[in-house]
Protein backbone atom coordinates (compact mmCIF):
# COMPACT_ATOMS: atom_id res chain seq x y z
CA UNK A 1 0.00 0.00 0.00
CA UNK A 2 1.59 3.52 -1.18
CA UNK A 3 2.07 6.20 1.55
CA UNK A 4 3.16 9.31 2.20
CA UNK A 5 3.53 10.49 5.61
CA UNK A 6 3.66 14.00 6.62
CA UNK A 7 5.70 14.63 9.72
CA UNK A 8 2.78 16.52 11.74
CA UNK A 9 -1.05 16.68 11.79
CA UNK A 10 -1.20 20.29 13.56
CA UNK A 11 1.55 22.58 14.40
CA UNK A 12 1.69 26.00 15.82
CA UNK A 13 3.79 28.52 15.50
CA UNK A 14 4.82 32.15 16.47
CA UNK A 15 5.48 34.72 13.68
CA UNK A 16 8.75 35.01 12.44
CA UNK A 17 10.21 30.92 13.54
CA UNK A 18 11.78 29.28 11.37
CA UNK A 19 9.46 26.18 10.19
CA UNK A 20 10.05 22.99 8.61
CA UNK A 21 7.60 20.73 7.23
CA UNK A 22 8.73 17.17 6.32
CA UNK A 23 7.33 14.52 4.21
CA UNK A 24 8.29 10.94 3.16
CA UNK A 25 7.09 8.82 0.80
CA UNK A 26 8.27 4.61 0.31
CA UNK A 27 6.96 4.91 -3.66
CA UNK A 28 10.61 5.78 -4.83
CA UNK A 29 9.22 8.25 -6.66
CA UNK A 30 10.93 10.56 -8.88
CA UNK A 31 8.11 13.64 -8.33
CA UNK A 32 7.32 15.53 -5.01
CA UNK A 33 5.33 18.26 -4.68
CA UNK A 34 3.87 20.56 -1.86
CA UNK A 35 0.39 22.27 -1.81
CA UNK A 36 -1.22 24.58 0.20
CA UNK A 37 -4.67 24.67 0.60
CA UNK A 38 -7.26 27.74 1.34
CA UNK A 39 -10.98 28.11 1.07
CA UNK A 40 -11.65 29.13 -2.28
CA UNK A 41 -8.31 28.81 -3.81
CA UNK A 42 -7.88 25.40 -3.93
CA UNK A 43 -4.45 23.47 -3.86
CA UNK A 44 -2.14 26.01 -5.00
CA UNK A 45 1.92 24.36 -6.22
CA UNK A 46 4.46 25.77 -3.66
CA UNK A 47 7.08 23.98 -5.08
CA UNK A 48 8.21 20.49 -6.73
CA UNK A 49 10.99 18.15 -7.17
CA UNK A 50 11.59 15.89 -10.28
CA UNK A 51 14.68 14.70 -8.58
CA UNK A 52 17.27 14.53 -5.42
CA UNK A 53 18.83 17.92 -4.96
CA UNK A 54 16.52 19.12 -7.92
CA UNK A 55 13.61 21.82 -7.40
CA UNK A 56 11.34 24.31 -9.58
CA UNK A 57 9.14 27.11 -8.34
CA UNK A 58 5.31 26.34 -8.25
CA UNK A 59 3.09 28.88 -8.53
CA UNK A 60 3.34 30.53 -5.05
CA UNK A 61 7.21 29.89 -4.01
CA UNK A 62 7.91 33.29 -2.16
CA UNK A 63 8.21 32.95 1.60
CA UNK A 64 9.16 29.22 0.75
CA UNK A 65 12.47 27.28 0.35
CA UNK A 66 12.77 23.34 0.03
CA UNK A 67 15.19 20.82 0.64
CA UNK A 68 15.52 16.91 -1.22
CA UNK A 69 18.50 15.73 -0.19
CA UNK A 70 17.17 12.14 -0.45
CA UNK A 71 14.89 10.39 -2.97
CA UNK A 72 12.12 9.49 -0.54
CA UNK A 73 12.07 12.89 1.62
CA UNK A 74 10.95 16.38 1.02
CA UNK A 75 10.86 19.05 3.09
CA UNK A 76 9.36 22.87 2.86
CA UNK A 77 10.66 25.85 5.14
CA UNK A 78 9.28 28.55 6.12
CA UNK A 79 12.36 31.68 6.51
CA UNK A 80 10.14 33.49 8.78
CA UNK A 81 6.77 32.43 9.42
CA UNK A 82 3.90 34.79 9.13
CA UNK A 83 0.38 34.78 9.78
CA UNK A 84 -0.64 34.75 6.04
CA UNK A 85 0.92 31.11 5.80
CA UNK A 86 -1.68 29.78 7.96
CA UNK A 87 -2.90 26.94 6.19
CA UNK A 88 -3.28 23.63 5.71
CA UNK A 89 -0.32 22.13 3.48
CA UNK A 90 -0.32 18.82 1.47
CA UNK A 91 2.70 16.70 0.17
CA UNK A 92 2.54 14.70 -2.84
CA UNK A 93 4.34 12.31 -4.68
CA UNK A 94 4.20 11.08 -8.35
CA UNK A 95 6.12 8.20 -10.35
CA UNK A 96 8.30 9.99 -12.98
CA UNK A 97 6.78 8.00 -15.79
CA UNK A 98 3.68 9.64 -17.26
CA UNK A 99 0.86 6.60 -17.71
CA UNK A 100 -2.48 6.21 -17.16
CA UNK A 101 -3.54 5.93 -13.64
CA UNK A 102 -0.29 7.36 -12.14
CA UNK A 103 -2.04 9.51 -10.13
CA UNK A 104 -0.30 11.90 -7.60
CA UNK A 105 -0.62 10.22 -3.82
CA UNK A 106 -0.88 12.66 -1.29
CA UNK A 107 -0.14 13.20 2.50
CA UNK A 108 -2.46 13.71 5.19
CA UNK A 109 -1.89 17.38 5.02
CA UNK A 110 -0.35 19.14 8.21
CA UNK A 111 -2.51 21.99 9.02
CA UNK A 112 -0.43 25.16 10.31
CA UNK A 113 -1.07 28.21 12.90
CA UNK A 114 1.15 30.87 12.77
CA UNK A 115 0.05 33.20 15.43
CA UNK B 1 -5.18 33.67 -14.12
CA UNK B 2 -6.31 29.97 -13.37
CA UNK B 3 -6.09 27.51 -15.95
CA UNK B 4 -8.36 25.34 -14.05
CA UNK B 5 -11.87 26.39 -12.55
CA UNK B 6 -14.53 25.05 -10.68
CA UNK B 7 -17.02 27.57 -10.48
CA UNK B 8 -19.44 26.18 -8.18
CA UNK B 9 -17.91 26.08 -4.55
CA UNK B 10 -20.71 24.10 -3.37
CA UNK B 11 -23.94 21.54 -4.58
CA UNK B 12 -26.32 19.89 -2.05
CA UNK B 13 -28.23 17.11 -3.48
CA UNK B 14 -30.49 14.47 -2.52
CA UNK B 15 -29.45 10.93 -1.38
CA UNK B 16 -30.24 8.57 -4.27
CA UNK B 17 -29.98 11.31 -6.64
CA UNK B 18 -27.23 12.08 -9.39
CA UNK B 19 -24.42 14.66 -8.02
CA UNK B 20 -22.67 16.87 -11.00
CA UNK B 21 -19.69 18.89 -10.02
CA UNK B 22 -17.96 20.53 -13.18
CA UNK B 23 -14.76 21.45 -14.17
CA UNK B 24 -13.42 23.95 -17.09
CA UNK B 25 -9.68 24.31 -18.10
CA UNK B 26 -8.14 26.87 -20.31
CA UNK B 27 -4.89 25.51 -21.12
CA UNK B 28 -5.50 23.27 -24.93
CA UNK B 29 -1.87 21.94 -23.26
CA UNK B 30 -3.99 19.86 -20.74
CA UNK B 31 -4.83 15.75 -21.96
CA UNK B 32 -5.24 13.93 -19.17
CA UNK B 33 -7.75 14.85 -16.28
CA UNK B 34 -8.11 14.09 -12.48
CA UNK B 35 -10.82 14.05 -10.00
CA UNK B 36 -9.85 14.18 -6.48
CA UNK B 37 -11.79 14.12 -3.04
CA UNK B 38 -10.94 15.16 0.00
CA UNK B 39 -12.19 14.92 2.92
CA UNK B 40 -12.01 17.46 6.36
CA UNK B 41 -8.57 17.07 7.86
CA UNK B 42 -7.33 14.68 5.33
CA UNK B 43 -5.14 14.59 1.79
CA UNK B 44 -6.99 14.33 -1.35
CA UNK B 45 -7.43 10.80 -2.45
CA UNK B 46 -8.17 9.66 -6.77
CA UNK B 47 -11.17 8.83 -7.75
CA UNK B 48 -11.10 9.05 -11.68
CA UNK B 49 -9.55 9.87 -14.47
CA UNK B 50 -9.98 10.54 -18.22
CA UNK B 51 -7.09 10.91 -21.48
CA UNK B 52 -7.98 13.62 -23.53
CA UNK B 53 -8.41 10.88 -26.40
CA UNK B 54 -11.60 9.45 -24.74
CA UNK B 55 -14.98 11.14 -23.91
CA UNK B 56 -16.38 9.32 -21.03
CA UNK B 57 -13.98 6.81 -18.19
CA UNK B 58 -16.68 5.29 -15.88
CA UNK B 59 -16.09 3.06 -12.38
CA UNK B 60 -19.05 2.37 -10.48
CA UNK B 61 -20.94 5.03 -9.13
CA UNK B 62 -18.18 7.67 -10.77
CA UNK B 63 -18.30 8.83 -14.53
CA UNK B 64 -16.28 11.33 -15.92
CA UNK B 65 -17.22 13.01 -19.12
CA UNK B 66 -14.69 15.38 -21.70
CA UNK B 67 -15.95 17.54 -24.04
CA UNK B 68 -12.07 18.34 -25.57
CA UNK B 69 -14.06 21.20 -27.70
CA UNK B 70 -15.74 23.31 -24.58
CA UNK B 71 -12.64 22.39 -22.80
CA UNK B 72 -15.08 20.94 -20.17
CA UNK B 73 -15.39 18.25 -18.12
CA UNK B 74 -17.37 16.94 -15.42
CA UNK B 75 -18.04 14.28 -12.62
CA UNK B 76 -21.39 12.26 -12.25
CA UNK B 77 -21.94 10.14 -8.89
CA UNK B 78 -25.07 8.10 -9.22
CA UNK B 79 -26.66 7.34 -6.90
CA UNK B 80 -25.46 9.60 -4.45
CA UNK B 81 -24.72 8.46 -0.78
CA UNK B 82 -23.67 10.39 2.16
CA UNK B 83 -20.48 9.56 2.36
CA UNK B 84 -19.86 10.97 -0.92
CA UNK B 85 -19.73 14.72 1.35
CA UNK B 86 -16.45 15.59 0.32
CA UNK B 87 -14.59 18.49 -1.02
CA UNK B 88 -13.98 17.24 -5.02
CA UNK B 89 -11.06 18.24 -7.34
CA UNK B 90 -10.92 18.36 -10.49
CA UNK B 91 -6.81 18.90 -11.67
CA UNK B 92 -5.23 18.73 -15.15
CA UNK B 93 -1.66 17.72 -17.02
CA UNK B 94 -0.37 18.95 -19.74
CA UNK B 95 0.61 16.85 -22.53
CA UNK B 96 4.38 15.78 -22.28
CA UNK B 97 5.23 16.42 -18.94
CA UNK B 98 4.94 13.79 -15.93
CA UNK B 99 5.42 16.80 -13.39
CA UNK B 100 2.99 18.98 -11.48
CA UNK B 101 -0.88 18.88 -11.55
CA UNK B 102 -2.84 22.45 -11.55
CA UNK B 103 -5.65 21.75 -9.54
CA UNK B 104 -9.32 23.52 -9.04
CA UNK B 105 -10.58 25.38 -6.21
CA UNK B 106 -12.43 22.69 -5.22
CA UNK B 107 -16.45 21.82 -5.37
CA UNK B 108 -18.50 20.77 -2.07
CA UNK B 109 -20.52 18.39 -2.29
CA UNK B 110 -23.63 17.64 0.70
CA UNK B 111 -25.32 14.87 0.17
CA UNK B 112 -28.30 14.85 2.40
CA UNK B 113 -29.81 12.05 3.88
Known amino acids: DVKVTQSSRYLVKRTGEKVFLECVQDMDHENMFWYRQDPGLGLRLIYFSYDVKMKEKGDIPEGYSVSREKKERFSLILESASTNQTSMYLC??????????????FGQGTRLTVV | DQQVKQNSPSLSVQEGRISILNCDYT??????FLWYKKYPAEGPTFLISISSIKDKNEDGRFTVFLNKSAKHLSLHIVPSQPGDSAVYFCAALPRGSARQLTFGSGTQLTVLP
Open chain 1, 92 to 105: ASRDRVFVVGSEAF
Open chain 2, 27 to 32: NSMFDY
